[in-house]
């Protein structure tokens, strides 16, 4: 009950009220006392309130602020009917049961009058709501402005009628109702929504219009001259009756506006109708832009909506690749005919001249009136993407109507758009194919960190420095080192061949293989052999791996080494450089006994500062701007230069002068780098 | 970017291919595709002449033992000829000359083709 009072006791209606009782008052100490005047006023001023009360309440239970206008008249128009069923019936049953309302006795007879009067209030009120809904359907300027002081004029108009009795006051009455009167038919002009409606819609519009009118003359008609009806409610409050009748004026004007509008818009209606499909169309489309990936997706509801903006019975599209030209996503019509109809057009128009949209009957050639059924015209409109034809829309029609100057507009704007989604779709799934791509390196990135040792073995007997450098594309590089025992460590380097993923995955197995296998073999060539075996169930036939792998024994100072294809490693011996490189065929390029006899394991002595440098391709084919390598020669002269040089060191200036020779080109393949130096070894067991 | 074709042609019932270019990763696909379409068409005796090679990566060298088995199921061979002696270290490294033949003059791996016994 508090929330309707708030909602009924809003400021502008106070407002209205407050003005009203001024005016009247005005009147009242005006024109001198009468006794029968206040106590009339205040019934008035008692009436207007329940009316704003049923306004309020009848505002929130219809809740129709949301409704089109056109199911607004619609219930509007099926109200109006009950109620008058209702009036026109009431007189005939009230003679029938003897009771007569213009001179009431009994109680059931005054009660009848109030209730009379109190749905008499009702209907007003309902018509009110109704008018002021579609009054503020299309938004205008001021509009809210116009009707508040339309409502204001309408009060001091109602209630002003309690001056009637008073003859030369009927002025005052009248010069409101005037005031209201052509507030309405001012905020009857220019009634815009009718403009959104499809044609159906304002056929319909203009039978209930004119049933509204009906109606409403009707039940005015009943106010005015039913002696009976129009009697009970003067009695009871002449402000509430003429309240009534200006409202019921209200509607008729507006409603013959309304009709009159409405035919006015009859005749274009057809236009706006396809006008409306057309934006809606394109509307739907500009969204679907952005969101398909799938070419055939797109296709297909590019032919649905070509249908409806051409008004066409059939559509398909051709796209071209190479001299081949594909067909996609037919409506309405067979391959068969849709390849006849296209043979058909490209050989009055070559492709290559149809740069704008083309417009051909095909009724007129015999031959291939057969084929196409009866498609009487066709229209082709290209899809340009960069000033050049990629493809073509195909719409056709089977009726009569031959397209004209609009149809062809339309169609070519839809067919830039379905271009623009094309390139669009085409664009997207690059760039998602690019961005899996670089996630997919990323892992790659993260798996070969995990994969290489984060520690470098430590021994009095040896210092060793690792450098890694990762190429973007991951190169597949991999080394590692085994702790077998306090006096034997094993070492390995290795480079799959392929890139990102599939590379690091193949480390990652080589990293498991190696290290159980170091527990159960002690001689490197066993080694490789079982891993050439174990490789050969995941390596694919084009993918291989090189690999050195060696054991150093402290014990005796001695290192077995053993190649699998892969690169030479480099031994700096009593100041001299040499190359090591045991036969080996690399792993997986072969699985029988070949790849077992070609392994051969060489023993080496180590002295104190020997070192053993170990590297992979990416090293020595490392390129510069011309594509000349870096090559074996210029390793072996930094190498040597820096010989008598920390590990460490040795290393830096290696990286040093790889990224100078190669400053100005891009990294393509992993760099690895390992230098081994022996120390306290003196060469004496 | 880089540059490369792979050309077929027959010369006494033997297939030649020759290289021309750098042969990587990217470049591969395209040699792969001549080695599929001789074997589609049934021609297993295949000798590539490396002559106009200047550079092969290790996706290069995947395409002859992608192939390699299916050829010699089919009594066909890949032979390898005029490699420049960078190209010729590679193969080298590796260890192909145990899988492969491989000779100087092209000439020679077509007479090794007519008389096998020899």
Known sequence: ?685 | MSEFSANASERLDVQVINLNGYLDAHTAPQLESTFSELIGSNKYKIVVNFQELKYISSAGLGVFMAFIEKIRDNKGDIKLVEMKPNVFNIFDLLGFPLLYEIYEKESDAINRFQNPKE
């Open chain 1, 1 to 685: 009950m508090f929330e309707l009072s708030n909602d009924i006791i809003n400021r502008i209606r106070i407002q209205f009220l407050v003005l009203g009782l001024v005016g009247i008052l005005f009147l009242f100490l005006t024109f001198g006392f009468d006794p029968d005047f206040f106590p009339k006023l205040l019934i008035e001023l008692f009436v207007t309130l329940t009316l704003f009360f049923i306004i309020a309440n009848l505002s929130i239970i219809l809740d129709i602020k949301k409704k089109a206008p056109l199911s607004l008249i619609n219930n509007f128009v099926i109200l109006l009917g009950i109620w008058l069923a209702f009036a026109f019936t009431l007189n005939p049953m009230l003679e029938l049961v003897n009771v007569n309302l213009s001179k009431p006795e009994s109680w059931i007879e005054y009660s009848i009058i109030y209730f009379l009067n109190f749905i008499s209030l009702i209907s007003s009120a309902y018509i009110f709501i109704i008018l002021k809904n579609l009054f503020f359907q299309g938004k205008r300027k001021n509009g809210k402005k116009y009707f508040n002081a339309f409502v204001l004029f309408l009060l001091l108009a109602a209630l002003a009628s309690i001056l009637d009795q008073y003859e030369n006051l009927s002025f005052v009455k009248m010069v409101f109702t005037a005031n209201a009167i052509l507030l309405m038919i001012y905020s009857s002009a220019n009634i815009s929504w009718i403009a959104f409606l499809t044609k159906a819609q304002k056929k319909n519009l203009l039978l209930l219009s004119v049933a509204v009118i009906v109606f409403i003359s009707l039940n005015l008609g009943a106010f005015l001259y039913s002696d009976n009806y129009s009697e009970i409610l003067n009695n009871f409050s002449s402000s509430s009756q003429y309240f009534a009748i200006l409202i019921n004026i209200y509607a008729i004007i507006y409603f013959t506006f309304l009709l009159v509008t409405t035919l006015f818009h009859l005749p274009t209606a057809e236009a706006i109708d396809r006008k409306t499909i057309e934006i809606s169309s394109l509307q739907y489309f500009s969204k679907l832009i952005n969101q398909v990936l799938n070419f055939n997706e797109l296709a297909e509801t590019t032919t649905e909506l070509a249908l409806k903006i051409s008004n066409s019975n059939s559509a398909w599209i051709i796209m071209i690749e190479g001299d081949k030209k594909n067909f996609f996503a037919p409506q309405n019509i067979t391959l068969t005919n849709a390849n006849k109809i296209s043979d058909f057009v490209f050989s009055i128009k070559p492709e290559e001249t149809i740069k704008e949209i083309f417009l051909t009957e095909l009724s007129n050639s015999t031959n291939q009136k057969q084929a196409t059924e009866n498609f009487q015209s066709v229209a082709v409109a290209p899809f340009k993407m960069h000033n050049k034809i990629v493809g073509f829309l195909f719409v056709a029609r089977n009726h009569d109507l031959p397209f004209d100057e609009e149809d062809k507009n339309s169609i070519q704007t839809f067919s830039d758009y379905a271009t623009i989604s094309f390139e669009n779709s085409k664009l997207l799934s690059e760039k998602i194919e690019i961005e899996r791509l670089e996630r997919e390196l990323a892992v790659a990135r993260e798996m070969q960190k995990k994969i290489l040792p984060n520690k470098l073995p430590q021994n009095n007997n040896f210092e060793v420095s690792a450098v890694f450098i990762p190429a973007y594309e991951v190169g597949g590089d991999y080394y590692d080192f085994f702790e077998l025992s306090k006096n034997r460590l094993a070492f390995v380097i290795a480079d799959a061949s392929g890139k990102g993923i599939s590379a690091a995955f193949i480390m990652a197995e080589l990293r498991g293989i190696f290290q159980s296998l170091v527990a159960y073999f002690e001689s490197p060539k066993e080694i490789l052999m079982k891993t050439n075996l174990l490789l050969q169930r995941s390596l694919e036939r084009k993918n291989f791996v090189t690999a050195i792998f060696g054991i150093i024994d402290f014990n005796n100072n001695t290192v077995l080494i053993t190649r699998a294809g892969h690169t030479q490693a480099l031994l700096i011996n009593n100041d001299e450089i040499h190359e090591l490189k045991p036969k080996g065929i690399g792993l997986g390029l072969n699985f029988t006994s070949l790849f077992d006899d070609s392994i051969e394991e060489i023993k080496l002595k180590m002295n104190d500062e020997n070192i053993l440098v170990l590297f992979t391709d990416g090293v020595t084919e490392a390129k510069n701007k011309v594509n000349e390598e870096y090559g074996i020669e210029s390793l072996k002269k930094i190498i040597y230069e820096n010989r008598n040089e920390e590990v460490d060191f040795i290393n830096q200036k290696i990286v040093e002068s790889i990224s100078e020779f190669s400053k100005d080109s891009c990294q393509h393949d992993d760099i690895t780098l390992l230098v081994i130096k022996f120390k306290k070894i003196n060469g004496v067991n």
